[in-house]
């Protein structure tokens, strides 16, 4: 069956330091690959999204690349800031079957 | 309203009770999803509707879960016989139509505690 597997946490980075969360997958057809995030107190939503291979999703400065050959997804960003402190949940998709990793929470300190 | 809404967001509930959860999608979302997120864990699926049928309820962890969506909207969540291993965030989210590639929209979760 489908399933993801992702870095385990936590991650404590310093401001502007560089970060790469890890996604792996397994899946049968032809998955659409996601990260997601959860802000304190908040609720699960969307950072970034690829559809097909070597699609790179992008969006607040997070960049992950969609790698068949690997079967990956990283999640990277190049300067990281207090208010990225969240947890980070890799996904995938295949049809209407989603499905997510365990989370990886990332705390930046000043 | 404009994001998907769960009550209560926090329910106390005693071992054996039944419980109640309920999920307004956002308007016009015919695909629906339930997902149960225990402390310190990813989301865990537990059925999808697609308009007014359980289109997957592989996730269910067993007969004391069902879950209904009689008009193709909000949908119910329902726990018979609680217990204390129930107790976990239970998340809905909502995506439009048949496009996979789409965006799940959550809601921001109901909280069961089962004493």
């Known amino acids: 069956g489908n399933s993801v597997t992702q870095m385990e946490g936590p991650v404590t980075l310093s401001e502007e330091a560089f970060l790469t969360i890890n996604c792996t997958y397994t899946?049968?057809?032809?998955?659409?690959l996601f990260w997601y995030v959860q802000y304190p107190g908040e609720g699960l939503q969307l950072l970034l999204k690829a559809t097909k291979a070597d699609d790179k999703g992008s969006n607040k400065g997070f960049e992950a690349t969609y790698r068949k050959e690997t079967t990956s997804f990283h999640l990277e960003k190049g300067s990281v800031q207090v208010s990225d402190s969240a947890v980070y949940f890799c996904?995938?998709?295949?049809?209407?079957?989603?499905?997510f990793g365990a989370g990886t929470r990332l705390t930046v300190k000043p | 309203g404009a994001g998907v809404s769960q009550t209560p967001s926090n329910k106390v509930t005693e071992k054996g009770k039944y419980v109640e959860l309920r999920c307004d999608p956002i308007s016009g979302h015919t695909a629906l999803y339930w997902y149960r997120q225990s402390l310190g864990q990813g989301p865990e699926f537990l059925i999808y509707?697609?308009?007014?049928?359980?289109?997957?309820d592989s996730g269910l962890p067993n007969d004391r879960f069902f879950a209904v969506r009689p008009e193709g909207s909000v949908s119910t969540l329902k726990i018979q016989r609680t217990e204390r291993g129930d107790s976990a965030v239970y998340l809905c989210?909502?995506?439009?139509?048949?496009?996979?590639?789409?965006?799940?929209?959550f809601g921001e979760g109901s909280r069961l505690t089962v004493l």
């Open positions: 996904a995938l998709r295949t049809n209407n079957d989603m499905r």
């Open positions: 899946a049968t057809g032809y998955p659409s």
């Open positions: 509707f697609q308009g007014t049928g359980a289109a997957d």
């Open positions: 989210a909502s995506r439009s139509g048949t496009d996979y590639t789409g965006e799940l929209f």
